[in-house]
């Protein structure tokens, strides 16, 4: 059985000057001193908003810090959160890759979705989805680390052309996959994907073998399919942790920070009302402890086995390994004959100072960790013998990686038009053709001077020949192909955004205005960028569009509130939701918002609230041309 160290970074309240660098720096000192006595692995969460619970939001920061103090110790995330809003899976395997390299291969890759509404409100993450983000960001970030390149993915949560990550990991295929499990049903989901369970809960050696019998049936069961490029069949528990040689000193020392760990963690989770910046958890963790469980007069000093929690007269209590050496080698013992294959110690929690962390360490490495160091090696040994069949097999299950694409070229400005992607369903579907006058208009404006540009394109035939590429390139039904194979509506994300704004509203929204028009005007070159997508972004331009934006019926927000700030329009999408939800629309262009500013005839644009209106302002803009077979040759030529 291995031992790990557990880190939140507690820090309750008051927080004088400097409280959070010292925690910090204490906690370097006590990873570096575990690697030098020879623990295997530290464990560092990704906490975001949860105030004197976990002051952990940039485990990668810690973590390469850590790995430039030791040598050995494995470096854990306990855990990466996956859910895109939280982490983009690129720059998830991107941190992992790079920690991996300058650490020499010691990362352990956890992840997990997290829970606490400070967290998923805080990235605007919908509760009922995040178990969904997290396998399909799972999936990305694996794949993103093994492939090369990587082939792609159209996703529900994430879309991503082909790219090739780099760097790569040093441990092949990719360091070892975690999940962090509270409950039952995840250690079986970690089983059924064939990657490490993570506990979280404080159970009972007895209770834990019920985990581990399940957890390695499915392990070796047909059910087991990898989520990532290798199986790591393992079940660690985290404890809370205090040694000495008195009982009752270690009791002292570290019982109220054991305490205000599974309080402050039930105030996130269960039953805390937190205001941001207001509330003091430690205060309600004095004034409530006993009645929500944490009773501190049912832990005393008698030398009996100790308990992981501990229950009298219907009040519970917390304890942990807490205790003497003797009294935590017996418990870690139950927890070894339960499965478990790794143990992982909480001992900066609440106010445990960090002297007697340091104490603890090194008593239990001097008199507990050598009792379980003879004979890891050798039982490691049997259980990677016992389940290889086992893990072959699920391999085998495993979907191959996606043939990674032949023909995807990245041009200077845009993706491709004709390339390979992904589908997401196990296979490739091709795009259409690049268009012939997407790269005809490039090149037209591609390194022109502003003076060439406001020549070309500020006559009529310069601009007619602006708003004919517009309708050559974005198709006449104003739809417009995309990279993964599929037809793509431009205004497909500007609509759910809108809808989101009106969602976050609520009753106190704005009512939608009717159908309007409005007039938005800039110089040609200006619009001849943004139309070849090279806006280009300073501060002069956005005040020029936002200056020159005006609506003629005094509905449309950008000039009928005096307080709008020019920096929520931008060339390349919607005002924010600030403004109501009234959007400028993009009026049937990709990607430009409203976009038809230049010195030429002014030119309707209407501001919409309803797909219908946008319909209908699109027809406004952009009618039909009548068909004229006399003029099919004249616009084939105008293309080439």
């Given at each position: 059985m291995r031992f790990g160290l557990f880190y939140e970074h507690q820090l309750p309240r008051p927080h004088p000057e400097g409280a959070e660098e010292k925690l910090l720096l204490d906690a370097l000192e006590q990873v570096e001193l575990a690697d030098k006595l020879g623990l295997h692995s530290v464990w560092e969460v990704e906490h975001h908003f949860l105030e004197e619970y976990s002051h952990s939001s940039a485990p990668e920061v810690f973590l390469a810090a850590a790995s430039q103090r030791t040598k050995n110790i494995r470096l854990g995330h306990g855990i990466v959160q996956l859910p895109p809003q939280y982490n983009h899976p690129a720059r998830v395997a991107e941190r992992i890759a790079t920690l991996d390299l300058i650490s020499q291969g010691r990362v352990e890759f956890g992840t997990g979705e997290s829970s606490s509404q400070a967290e998923l409100g805080g990235f605007q993450i919908d509760r009922a989805l995040k178990r969904q983000q997290w396998e399909e960001a799972l999936d990305v970030a694996t794949r993103l680390l093994v492939e090369e390149p990587f082939s792609g993915h159209h996703g529900r949560?994430?879309?991503?052309?082909?790219?090739?990550?780099?760097?790569?990991?040093?441990?092949k295929p990719h360091p070892p996959l975690w999940v962090a499990c509270s409950r039952r049903d995840t250690i079986l989901l970690a089983a059924r994907k064939g990657?490490?369970?993570?506990?979280?809960?404080?159970?009972?050696?007895?209770?834990?073998?019920?985990?581990v019998d399940e957890y390695y049936q499915l392990i070796q069961s047909e059910e087991c399919v990898p989520a990532g490029y290798a199986v790591n069949p393992n079940v660690a528990v985290v404890v809370?942790?205090?040694?000495?040689?008195?009982?009752?000193?270690?009791?002292?020392?570290?019982?109220?920070?054991?305490?205000?760990?599974?309080?402050?963690?039930?105030?996130?989770?269960?039953?805390?009302?937190?205001?941001?910046?207001?509330?003091?958890?430690?205060?309600?963790?004095?004034?409530?402890?006993?009645?929500?469980?944490?009773?501190?007069?049912?832990?005393?000093?008698?030398?009996?086995?100790?308990?992981?929690?501990?229950?009298?007269?219907?009040?519970?209590?917390?304890?942990?390994?807490?205790?003497?050496?003797?009294?935590?080698?017996?418990?870690?013992?139950?927890?070894?004959?339960?499965?478990?294959?790794?143990?992982?110690?909480?001992?900066?929690?609440?106010?445990?100072?960090?002297?007697?962390?340091c104490e603890s360490i090194e008593l239990f490495a001097r008199e507990v960790l050598p009792h379980f160091e003879a004979k890891r090696a050798t039982k490691e040994a049997e259980k990677a013998e016992r389940l290889a069949p086992a893990i072959e097999r699920a391999m085998q299950r495993r979907p191959s990686p996606p043939p990674p694409p032949t023909d995807y070229t990245i041009l200077p400005d845009r993706e491709p038009w004709q390339a390979t992607a992904h589908n997401g369903r196990n296979g490739h579907v091709p795009t259409e053709p690049r268009n012939l006058a997407q790269h005809a208009f490039a090149w037209l404006v591609n390194g022109r001077t502003d003076a060439q540009l406001d020549w070309i394109f500020g006559s009529a035939a310069g601009q007619g020949l602006i708003f004919r590429r517009t309708r050559t390139v974005a198709g006449e039904d104003g739809r417009w192909p995309d990279h993964g194979g599929r037809r793509g509506d431009a205004r497909s994300t500007a609509d759910r955004r809108r809808s989101q704004a009106r969602g976050t509203a609520g009753r106190n929204a704005r009512p939608r205005s009717p159908l309007t028009s409005g007039r938005c005007e800039a110089k040609p070159l200006d619009f001849a960028r943004s139309r070849n997508r090279e806006v280009v972004e300073d501060s002069g331009l956005r005040q020029r569009v936002a200056d020159q934006l005006a609506c003629d019926t005094g509905q449309h927000r950008a000039t009928d509130q005096p307080q709008h700030d020019p920096q929520y329009l931008y060339p390349d999408r919607e005002l924010q939701p600030a403004f109501d939800g009234v959007v400028v629309p993009d009026c049937g262009h990709q990607r430009t918002g409203c976009a038809r500013r230049g010195q030429h005839a002014p030119v309707e644009v209407a501001v919409a609230n309803t797909k219908e209106q946008r319909l209908s302002a699109k027809a406004l803009q952009h009618p039909q041309p009548q068909h004229d077979h006399a003029k099919a040759g004249e616009r084939e030529r105008d293309q080439r």
């Open positions: 949560f994430v879309d991503m052309p082909p790219r090739n990550l780099v760097p790569k990991p040093k441990q990657i490490g369970a993570l506990s979280f809960s404080f159970i009972e050696p007895e209770e834990a073998r019920q985990w809370p942790f205090m040694c000495h040689q008195d009982e009752e000193t270690a009791i002292e020392r570290g019982i109220d920070g054991a305490h205000f760990f599974g309080f402050s963690l039930a105030h996130y989770y269960v039953f805390g009302a937190h205001q941001p910046g207001q509330t003091n958890v430690w205060q309600e963790f004095e004034r409530d402890r006993a009645q929500r469980g944490y009773a501190r007069e049912l832990v005393q000093a008698t030398d009996a086995p100790l308990g992981v929690r501990l229950l009298q007269e219907s009040i519970g209590s917390l304890r942990g390994a807490i205790g003497t050496p003797q009294q935590i080698r017996e418990l870690l013992e139950r927890y070894e004959a339960a499965g478990v294959d790794e143990v992982i110690f909480v001992g900066q929690s609440g106010r445990n100072k960090h002297e007697h962390i």
